[in-house]
């Protein structure tokens, strides 16, 4: 991937989720989850902006983030958080809709996508993100619905600090952010892939060469033509699923492919 490309995502994406903040988020007191969630909580009660306080507490998640995740998806993480805190205090905080459900619903729904695509450009916007990644990469948990179970706290926070009905909207938004996370970000979704093709030995040097996947192979032959043919099988991620399909069409343009959703993966099955 094109780093120039990845850093304008990382870059355009931070600032939208400072934007779902200031615009949506923040002026009805609806909150986000974890450690952004407690920044705005910080944010509304002290003088110090929002930004400020979420790069304090991303400090100490972002150096167990370095040792247990690695230097450039962390390193990628501080540009997003820093990008989202600058853009924190240069965009208002301006109520576009008087109905707080509103705010809730599309501020939800805006922050999701934004950190959708920021993690999956390897970054995420700090706090309880992180942690989820280190999680994801030991089991293949549903990142969005992770990190909703992990900022429920924020709710109960917001809860004592403002009202209940505000918590139950920063609840509401929250589970729309997770929701839209998992339609953005997709590695834990794991496919079944089944090709079957007159050029077995050519199409597995090139499959294990980009992928470094283990692939079983098997020798089939057609039940009407008796061709011998190689059936390859193998399990990839969903993001590994735009790589495949045209390496296998450059390699066998007449291979058939055969593509499902797989429900587990248990023994030796490289996640990251």
């Known amino acids: 991937m094109n780093r120039l490309y990845k850093y ?83 965009i208002p905080v301006y109520k576009v809709t008087d109905d707080a459900l509103l705010s809730a619903v599309f501020g939800g729904v805006i922050a999701g996508v934004a950190i959708g695509l920021i993690i999956r450009f390897y970054g995420s916007t700090g706090g309880f993100d ?69 050029r077995g030995e050519e199409l597995k040097s090139e499959l294990i060469k980009n992928l470094i996947r283990g692939i079983t192979v098997i020798d089939g032959q057609g039940a009407y033509s008796n061709t011998e043919r190689k059936v390859l099988y193998t399990v990839i991620s969903r993001y590994e699923l735009a790589l495949v399909k045209p390496l296998i069409a450059s390699v066998d343009p007449a291979a058939f492919v055969s593509i499902s959703e797989t429900v587990e993966v248990i023994g030796n099955f490289r996640r990251e």
Do not use: C
Request: aromatic share 12%; charged share 10%.
């Open 130 to 198: 992180v942690i989820g990644v280190i999680l994801t990469k030991k089991r293949d948990i549903p990142l969005g619905g992770l990190i909703f179970g992990l900022n429920s706290v924020v709710v109960f926070i917001s809860g004592f600090v403002f009202s209940w009905e505000l918590a139950l909207y920063t609840m509401a938004s929250i589970y729309i952010t997770g929701i839209v996370i998992d339609r953005v970000h997709t590695r834990h979704i794991k496919l079944n892939l089944m090709v079957v093709t007159n």
């Open 8 to 90: 304008v995502v990382l870059f355009v994406f931070s600032i939208v989720l400072g934007f779902a903040f200031n615009m949506f988020l923040l002026p009805h007191e609806v909150l986000t989850g974890g450690v952004t969630g407690l920044a705005m909580v910080l944010g509304l009660l002290s003088p110090i902006n929002s930004g400020i306080w979420l790069v304090l507490l991303n400090i100490p998640i972002l150096i167990v983030g370095w040792m247990k995740v690695g230097k450039e998806f962390i390193g990628n993480s501080i540009f997003s958080v820093l990008v989202t805190s600058i853009s924190m205090q240069y």
